[in-house]
Nanobody, 127 residues
């Protein structure tokens, strides 16, 4: 089964940037659609961004659209989340998720769509 490990979280001031990485192993990475979610205590897990198998299709939550960019490098088995213009409301634990897909263009926005999850990386944005 797919194994996922996130990295790149940390503390940053409002308006700053961070880049999260998710390294995959165990399966053929190019057969998996990928996504990012985040969670804050007291709130349900929230969809952030998704990308199709080939990387040709992306989709973002309205709260991060224009500020975050999801990308992937199938040769390196890696998916990235570039986060710019960070706000205190972006503070959360960020999770990488994967789902096997026969479609090269589909993406998934619900946590129930995904089969594999990383352990998360903390992002804290100070005001």
């Amino acid at each position: 089964q797919q194994q996922l490990v996130e990295s790149g979280g940390g503390l940053v001031q409002a308006g700053g940037s961070l880049r999260l990485s998710c390294a995959a192993s165990g399966v053929t990475f190019s057969m998996y659609a990928m996504g990012w979610f985040r969670h804050t205590p007291g709130k349900e897990r929230e969809f952030v961004a998704a990308i199709s198998r080939s990387g040709g299709t992306t989709y973002y939550a309205n709260s991060v659209k224009g500020r975050f960019t999801i990308s992937r490098d199938n040769a390196k088995n890696t998916v990235l989340l570039q986060m710019n213009s960070l706000k205190p409301d972006d503070t959360a634990v960020y999770y990488c998720a994967g789902r096997h897909s026969w479609s090269s263009t589909y993406y998934y926005t619900s946590s129930s769509d995904y089969n594999a999850w990383g352990q998360g990386t903390q992002v804290t944005v100070s005001s």
